[in-house]
């Protein structure tokens, strides 16, 4: 397909057309993760319509920087199903993450983490991962830094 309409250079013309690519070319590496499990762009935002979703996306304040996001990552790109999220706020509304409920309050891992460890999140990440500890032990159990590791010579 060739779209002759002065919007190449345009930044949002790209985003709508990697959203269409991602949904619907079978030999995209994310094609499974999209249109193969029904994910759709809807016709409002077709290709031959891209002023309509740039419109959109300035209208709801899209700037360089910022990434559109499905609310509802069960459903397809559309006006009542998308928003302007920040990269950070995009990757916490992603199917893989890990909820914990943790005195009573489901929240993400990474939330956990930041409110509840005593611990760096290196070092928790070592005992949840590594060694397989329980998220309790993980998170509360003290943390006491031992003294640095002399540094290894190098073999001349």
Same mark, same amino acid.
């Given at each position: 397909m060739y779209y002759i309409h002065g919007l190449?250079?345009?930044?949002?013309f790209n985003v709508l057309s990697r959203m269409h690519? $991602? !949904? *619907? +070319? *079978? =030999? @995209?590496? /994310?094609?499974? #993760? %999209?249109?193969? $499990?029904g994910i759709t762009v809807c016709d409002e935002w077709s290709m031959d319509n891209a002023p309509a979703f740039i419109s959109w996306a300035k209208e709801y304040g899209? /700037?360089?920087?910022?990434?559109? #996001? $499905?609310? #509802? +990552? #069960? =459903?397809?790109y559309s006006p009542d199903n998308c928003r302007i999220v920040t990269r950070k706020e995009n990757c916490r509304n992603r199917k893989s993450n890990h909820k914990v409920e943790i005195n009573g309050e489901e929240m993400l891992l990474c939330d956990a983490v930041v =409110? %509840?460890?005593? !611990?760096?999140? =290196?070092?928790f990440e070592? $005992?949840? %991962? @590594? %060694?397989k500890w329980s998220l309790a032990k993980s998170l509360w159990y003290p943390y006491i830094p031992g003294k640095p590791r002399p540094e290894k010579r190098k073999s001349q």
């Amino acid at each position: 397909m060739y779209y002759i309409h002065g919007l190449s250079y345009e930044p949002l013309f790209n985003v709508l057309s990697r959203m269409h690519y $991602r !949904c *619907e +070319n *079978e =030999k @995209h590496a /994310q094609y499974k #993760d %999209y249109g193969g $499990r029904g994910i759709t762009v809807c016709d409002e935002w077709s290709m031959d319509n891209a002023p309509a979703f740039i419109s959109w996306a300035k209208e709801y304040g899209w /700037q360089p920087g910022l990434e559109i #996001d $499905r609310i #509802d +990552n #069960d =459903k397809g790109y559309s006006p009542d199903n998308c928003r302007i999220v920040t990269r950070k706020e995009n990757c916490r509304n992603r199917k893989s993450n890990h909820k914990v409920e943790i005195n009573g309050e489901e929240m993400l891992l990474c939330d956990a983490v930041v =409110k %509840y460890a005593v !611990c760096p999140k =290196k070092v928790f990440e070592a $005992r949840y %991962y @590594h %060694y397989k500890w329980s998220l309790a032990k993980s998170l509360w159990y003290p943390y006491i830094p031992g003294k640095p590791r002399p540094e290894k010579r190098k073999s001349q």
